[in-house]
């Protein structure tokens, strides 16, 4: 059974910056790729960043440059680091596992990030 918790969602200005760590359970990384990806109300739901099982990374367009993905295999934990945050960055962030990037068969509760202009 894959677990994901998502914690570090929060309320930042516009050019701001915060940091998502999601906590996965054991032998998660191993077995899937892990994404971040985001969903706005209303709005459809977008990958923002992917490691694959061979630790590749992918980035969406609109992230490049001011996001960052990491992992830590040991800790079992995700994290995303967003800097130069902007009012279109407002989503309910999932940490995600699955079969490919941006594959949400198994996903967190999510976290809220709200960037205000």
């Known amino acids: 059974q894959v677990q994901l918790v998502e914690s570090g969602g929060g309320s930042v200005q516009a050019g701001g910056s915060l940091r998502l760590s999601c906590a996965a359970s054991?032998?998660?990384?191993?077995?899937?790729?892990v994404s971040w990806v985001r969903q706005a109300p209303g709005q459809e739901r977008l990958g923002v960043a992917c490691?694959?099982?061979?630790?590749?990374?992918t980035y969406a367009d609109f992230v490049k440059g001011r996001f960052t993905i990491a992992k830590d295999d040991a800790e079992s934990t995700l994290s995303l680091q967003m800097s130069s945050l902007k009012s279109e960055d407002t989503a309910m962030y999932y940490c995600?596992?699955?079969?490919?990037?941006?594959?949400?068969?198994?996903r967190g509760q999510g976290t809220q990030v709200t960037v205000s202009s």
């Open positions: 490691f694959d099982r061979a630790g590749e990374t």
């Open positions: 054991e032998y998660t990384f191993d077995n899937y790729y």
């Open positions: 995600a596992a699955g079969f490919w990037c941006y594959d949400y068969r198994f």
